[in-house]
T-cell receptor, first 112, second 113 residues
Framework: QKEVEQNSGPLSVPEGAIASLNCTYS??????FFWYRQYSGKSPELIMS????GDKEDGRFTAQLNKASQYVSLLIRDSQPSDSATYLCAVNFFNTGNQFYFGTGTSLTVIP | GAGVSQSPSNKVTEKGKDVELRCDPISGHTALYWYRQSLGQGLEFLIYFQGNSAPDKSGLPSDRFSAERTGGSVSTLTIQRTQQEDSAVYLC???????????FGPGTRLLVL
């Protein structure tokens, strides 16, 4: 059973704070990892992709990958009310013919 | 340069009718995915195409669901004899390569009365 687990939240942070979103996955052979943001009533949109262990930074967003611990996280610095959305973690499971598994998402609210 | 497009954007149908949903992926993208998202829920994988072939049909909920892709481009998802539990947003995504980023279309909101 391939699984991608996320805390459903809701996660609330004050404006300007750091929001930390976490995701664990079951397949040790996974190679591609993605964070998507989904606003209510809209389609998911890509925030970041990460393929190697360590940190990857893009503006206010930092993705962190630890393959040994089967853990990927997303940090949002200087959180803004416009960051309020559901964040979806997606993992490409290497042994399932490139099928992507999505977590159920973490709902983030940034309080002004 | 256009993104993934889907049609119709909204569909209301009566229980027992057949519906056909269309996805037009980004030009040059070889991989195409269909997902279903019920209200307040996560994404449920339905089917994946590499070119015109579907290596993985395991996500299709029942034999009422079928999908095809022609010319390595447009895909259609067909739901026969629709049921009320089929009501959801059906999302299509495409990627240049199966291991790369998926780009999502706007979705088709299906309501079965």
């Amino acid at each position: 059973q391939k699984e991608v687990e996320q805390n459903s939240g809701p996660l609330s942070v004050p404006e300007g704070a750091i929001a930390s979103l976490n995701c664990t996955y079951s397949d040790r052979g996974s190679q591609s990892f993605f964070w998507y943001r989904q606003y209510s009533g809209k389609s998911p949109e890509l925030i970041m992709s990460i393929y190697s262990n360590g940190d990857k930074e893009d503006g206010r967003f930092t993705a962190q990958l630890n393959k040994a611990s089967q853990y990927v996280s997303l940090l949002i610095r200087d959180s803004q009310p416009s960051d309020s959305a559901t964040y979806l973690c997606a993992v490409n499971f290497f042994n399932t013919g490139n099928q992507f598994y999505f977590g159920t998402g973490t709902s983030l609210t940034v309080i002004p | 340069g256009a993104g993934v497009s889907q049609s119709p954007s909204n569909k209301v149908t009566e229980k027992g009718k057949d519906v056909e949903l269309r996805c037009d992926p980004i030009s040059g993208h070889t991989a195409l995915y269909w997902y279903r998202q019920s209200l307040g829920q996560g994404l449920e994988f339905l089917i994946y195409f590499q070119g015109n072939s579907a290596p993985d049909k395991s996500g299709l909920p029942s034999d009422r669901f079928s999908a095809e892709r022609t010319g390595g481009s447009v895909s259609t998802l067909t739901i026969q004899r629709t049921q009320q539990e089929d009501s959801a947003v059906y999302l299509c995504a495409s990627s240049r390569d199966p291991q790369e980023t998926q780009y999502f279309g706007p979705g088709t909101r299906l309501l079965v009365l």
